[in-house]
């Protein structure tokens, strides 16, 4: 019976669950929850919201598996959801990143811990570092795009989905996501040369 189990399809699973098989459901989604949980710890910076966020994301689809049509991958409908969650999530943290000092006790503590394992592991603090302020960068740009230009650009890039999938995943026209894709590497490309520029002005006031 577990061989069995492990030899059904995508399709048989995807089937099973619609018919409110639990069980079904966990094994269709389980394989991809790492690669979201990685996603949305990239996003947010924050290991325990990240972890609650990808919950929030496998209760919302449980719930409403029934609106998933097949027309784009079960991974990119699933990161359209997460991303729905982390937004909303943003949009009451006020597009502040959380810090240790808005969760409770244990959560910090516990984060603090993982964070320090995480560090203990790197090869070389200075990498640590700027990838730490890649990372805020990359959110501080992100959070300046409006939602719609925000969309595209994480599921293009951080899900790899194709025009076509965030098409079907944003319920608008493909020339719709083409023209929302450009227009936000455009945004992203002038946020970046004024960010670039901040540091020059700087010392031009010290001169």
């Keep these: 019976m577990v061989i069995e189990g492990l030899q059904r399809t995508e399709n048989d699973l995807l089937a099973a669950a619609r018919q409110g098989d639990a069980e079904a ?5 389980r394989p991809l929850e790492a690669r979201l949980l990685r996603q ?8 325990s919201l990240a972890e609650g966020l ?8 449980w719930r409403c598996l029934e609106r998933y049509n097949q027309t784009c991958r079960l991974s ?18 006020r597009s502040r990143p959380p810090s240790l000092s808005s969760l409770p006790p244990a959560q910090a503590e ?9 560090s203990a592991l790197t090869p070389s603090p200075a990498e640590a570092l700027a990838r730490r302020e890649f990372l805020s960068e990359v959110r501080d740009l992100l959070e300046r795009l409006p939602e719609k230009h925000r969309a595209v650009i994480l599921l293009r890039f951080y899900e790899d989905a194709s025009l076509e999938d965030m098409a079907a995943v944003l319920e ?17 490309r002038k ?9 020059r002005d700087k ?3 010290k001169l």
């Design 40 to 47: 949305v710890t990239g996003l947010c910076g924050n290991g």
């Design 172 to 188: 608008c026209p493909l020339a719709t996501v083409k023209s929302r894709l450009l227009h936000a590497l455009d945004k992203l």
């Design 54 to 61: 990808v919950a929030e994301t496998m209760v919302e689809a």
């Design 110 to 118: 516990a984060l603090e811990e993982r964070q320090q394992q995480v």
């Design 191 to 199: 946020m970046k040369m004024i960010l670039a520029e901040k540091p």
């Design 76 to 93: 990119t409908w699933l990161y359209a959801i997460l991303l729905h969650r982390w937004q909303k999530a943003a949009r009451r943290a």
């Design 25 to 29: 459901f966990c094994a269709l989604v």
């Design 203 to 205: 010392q031009m006031k």
